[in-house]
């Protein structure tokens, strides 16, 4: 591979979009309201329509331990400790959280992680569900040091405890799950007039009033769902779906195996479904009828090694696994191949290499 003096990486170039969204409320069975939503104390917010208040499970609206009043749940310090409700004009939820005197890991985590600018925001509608101290003693032995040395990973857990909008308890008895900051859900159960989270993690205060928000208390700390692993390349382009035609024409090479070999690493230069459409007309039916020339073609867009998109920006060229070269350059911020083959998407990760999607096919260089 040729390298390019000072090249640097070009916007755009680094991450793999979200291919599908998810609802950011899943409400309970029978629970009244409008599906799929939560009301917010402060007026509708998008995305958080219906009545404050709609519903609530058999039992729960106003039970004992989730209208966060003195002394509710029945268990000594429970209820609301001096401060932490109804007091008039109550601080950010940064504030709150250091009045009441239990939350110094989790407000130590925010700090490292650069993120005490979004509990303190006066505009910020949040939902904050706050471990105790205890709650981040008792996850294993050096896990809160890892994760304060692991930034990402930090900011990861800790927008895992986020909620963008304000859901009191009288909503939250309503829901089966909810979106947090990271993309990732909670799921939600009522369990013997209780909340429990992820089927295993309590909810021991509600309703404590910010300025910007409300502070739900759990008594352990969330951990986000691992990613799963991804498939092959072959099982990742599938799919995603758009690559079709590329798949059929590596089935008719006899190349499948290559792309589900389990020790391979390659890069992909994937075509889509419109980039083989755009071919010239016959130009697809005498490459599949033609195995030599359709495996040139084919291997015209693997690499023999795993090259990120972050690494094809500092590049001129790459040699392509049927031995000839693409010349590679960056273009307004964007990857052009041969001169006018666009990189569209990048990085895509499968289990034995990576997949950056083009908008037009290769054509290996005449002999």
């Known amino acids: 591979m040729g390298g390019a003096p000072?090249?640097?990486?070009?916007?755009?170039?680094?991450?793999?979009?979200?291919?599908a969204a998810s609802?950011?409320?899943?409400?309970?069975?029978?629970?009244?309201?409008?599906?799929?939503?939560a009301a917010s104390r402060r007026g509708r917010r998008a995305g958080l329509g219906?009545?404050?208040?709609?519903?609530?499970?058999?039992?729960?609206?106003?039970?004992?331990?989730?209208?966060?009043?003195?002394?509710?749940?029945?268990?000594?310090?429970?209820?609301?400790?001096p401060g932490m409700g109804g007091a008039p004009a109550p601080g950010n939820l940064a504030e709150v959280a250091t009045a009441a005197g239990d939350f110094t890991t989790l407000l130590a985590a925010v700090?490292?992680?650069?993120?005490?600018?979004?509990?303190?925001?006066?505009?910020?509608?949040?939902?904050?569900?706050?471990?105790?101290?205890?709650?981040?003693?008792?996850?294993?032995?050096?896990?809160?040091d890892a994760l304060l040395a692991d930034i990402p990973a930090l900011t990861d857990v800790?927008?895992?405890?986020?909620?963008?909008?304000?859901?009191?308890?009288?909503?939250?008895?309503?829901?089966?799950?909810?979106?947090?900051?990271?993309?990732?859900e909670v799921t939600i159960e009522v369990v013997?007039?209780?909340?429990?989270?992820?089927?295993?993690?309590?909810?021991?205060?509600?309703d404590i009033e910010a300025s910007n928000g409300l502070i739900h208390v759990i008594d352990a700390v969330l951990l986000p769902p691992e990613d799963p692993a991804p498939g092959n390349i072959a099982e990742v382009a599938t799919a995603a779906g758009g690559f079709s035609t590329l798949l059929t024409a590596v089935t008719e090479a006899g190349l499948a195996g290559a792309l589900t070999d389990p020790e391979a690493e390659l890069t992909v230069l994937a075509p889509t479904d419109a980039a083989f459409?755009?071919?010239?007309?016959?130009a697809l039916d005498a490459l599949l009828a033609d195995i030599p020339a359709l495996t040139d073609v084919l291997q015209y867009h693997i690499i023999d090694g795993i090259v990120p998109a972050e690494v094809v920006v500092t590049l001129m060229s790459a040699t392509m696994l049927n031995g000839d070269d693409i010349s590679i350059e960056v273009v307004d911020g964007g990857v052009v191949l041969n001169g006018s083959v666009n990189v569209t998407m990048t990085d895509?990760?499968?289990?034995?290499?990576?997949?950056?999607?083009?908008?037009?096919?290769?054509?290996?260089?005449?002999?």
């Not at 000072?6 to 291919?19: D, F, I, L, S, Y």
């Not at 899943?26 to 939503?37: D, F, K, L, Q, V």
């Not at 013997?192 to 989270?197: H, P, T, Y």
């Not at 459409?277 to 016959?282: V, W």
């Open 6 to 19: 000072g090249a640097g990486g070009a916007p755009g170039m680094g991450g793999r979009p979200a291919w």
């Open 192 to 206: 013997d007039g209780g909340v429990v989270l992820n089927g295993s993690v309590n909810v021991t205060m509600t």
């Open 23 to 37: 609802p950011a409320w899943a409400a309970r069975p029978g629970a009244g309201g409008e599906p799929a939503r």
């Open 50 to 81: 219906g009545e404050p208040g709609a519903g609530g499970a058999p039992g729960m609206g106003g039970e004992p331990g989730m209208g966060g009043e003195p002394g509710m749940g029945g268990e000594p310090g429970m209820g609301g400790a």
């Open 158 to 184: 800790l927008t895992y405890h986020v909620i963008d909008g304000i859901v009191p308890a009288e909503v939250v008895v309503t829901l089966m799950s909810a979106t947090m900051l990271n993309g990732d």
């Open 348 to 367: 895509i990760e499968a289990s034995n290499g990576l997949i950056h999607v083009i908008d037009a096919v290769l054509l290996p260089p005449e002999d």
């Open 111 to 144: 700090e490292a992680a650069g993120l005490v600018g979004a509990l303190t925001d006066p505009e910020a509608e949040l939902t904050v569900l706050a471990p105790t101290d205890a709650a981040f003693e008792a996850l294993p032995e050096g896990t809160v």
């Open 277 to 282: 459409a755009a071919l010239p007309e016959g």
